[in-house]
């Protein structure tokens, strides 16, 4: 049987190969071409492009080398987009959205119908610019890990988006999703293939989880501790090979 840690290191590297709209063969030099087919990506663009790009300057972040990382900690109820130009360095925090909405519990997502916001590492596989929430990003839930620890049918189709309401799902309102979605386009137009999300019930240090010592899910959130980590101190986002040697 994987361990915990195997599991997570899958879970980072896969990506849907079912979804109509998968990155998956995706030509990154034409992805904002496509995008700007639609006319909600058209309008965020021609609305807050402007002051999105000077947001990205006064970081000195070139939208032309972007490369994003997003990070959700239930117990804040916010979710974080950290940034950097490709192959310079440590991710910077960019800029905090609040939830609009939340649902669940501290906790993994382990069946359909529960509620609960997933907990693990994710990345974005689907960007649908026709969302019932305006716009959305699809986060590959579920993983190998979801699979392996979940119920038979783990539920699926987890989403951040617009609006303001959730039934498992990260809703960051309408105008946060056009900042985040035009992010995320532009880090995959400048060839980022994997934009990863990590979701955390909250900090996973030794004092929060100590606070929780007799939750049913200590083993399942120490599983998350080295992830967490080893970003916090080094603004960097842990490999799955390390993942595996992280036992």
């Not at 939830?99 to 590492?121: H, I, M, N, W």
């Not at 620890?149 to 809703?171: K, M, Q, R, T, V």
């Not at 007799?214 to 101190?233: D, I, K, M, V």
């Amino acid at each position: 049987m994987l361990s915990v840690f195997q599991l997570f290191a899958q879970g980072c590297t896969m990506s849907s190969t079912t979804a109509a709209d998968s990155l998956i063969g995706k030509n990154p030099a034409a992805f904002w071409k496509e995008q700007l087919r639609f006319p909600r990506v058209r309008a965020a663009q021609a609305a807050i492009g402007p002051a999105l790009a000077t947001r990205l300057r006064t970081h000195s972040l070139d939208s032309k080398q972007l490369e994003i990382f997003i990070r959700m900690i239930k117990s804040r109820a916010e979710l974080e987009v950290w940034a950097r130009n490709q192959g310079s360095g440590p991710f910077q925090l960019l800029e905090t959205y609040p939830l609009s909405a939340t649902s669940g519990t501290l906790g993994p997502k382990r069946r359909a119908g529960d509620y609960q916001v997933p907990e693990g590492f994710y990345e974005i596989d689907r960007f649908n610019p026709k969302s019932n929430y305006h716009l959305s990003l699809g986060l590959n839930y579920p993983n190998a890990a979801d699979r392996a620890l979940g119920e038979p049918n783990p539920g699926g189709d987890i989403f951040i988006h617009g609006g303001a309401a959730s039934i498992g799902c990260l809703p960051i309102t309408d105008a946060g999703i056009e900042e985040v979605y035009l992010l995320a386009v532009a880090a995959r137009a400048a060839g980022q293939a994997v934009i990863p999300v990590h979701l955390f019930p909250f900090a996973i240090t030794e004092a929060e989880l100590a606070k929780r010592r007799n939750s049913p899910h200590q083993a399942f959130w120490r599983g998350l501790l080295p992830g967490y980590a080893y970003f916090e101190q080094h603004h960097e986002v842990m490999g799955a090979g390390a993942l595996v040697v992280a036992r």
